[in-house]
């Protein structure tokens, strides 16, 4: 279990620094550094600190089928900013 959460936080950290060197638009499925058909497990979580974790792969599937090609186009202001993402 801490394998997984420890895989799925260290994909997040660098998606994220991935997103910061990179400033042209990229879909998720090209920011994401892995294979998406193995992905076992969503966690999202709200701004309370409420946990939700969805680990049902009939959910998961076409739920990254629907956004692996959403485009993100980074922000022309790359100042730091401030909330929740």
Known sequence: MKKIYLRLLS?????????????EPMTFEEMYS????EVSKIEIRHGN??????????IIN???DSIKDIIFEPSTNQDA???YI
């Open 11 to 23: 994909t997040m950290l660098i998606l994220s620094i991935a997103g910061c060197l990179k400033h």
């Open 81 to 83: 900013g401030v909330g």
């Open 62 to 64: 076409p739920w990254l």
């Open 34 to 37: 892995g294979n998406l058909t």
């Open 49 to 58: 600190g409420e946990l939700k974790e969805i680990t049902d792969k009939s």
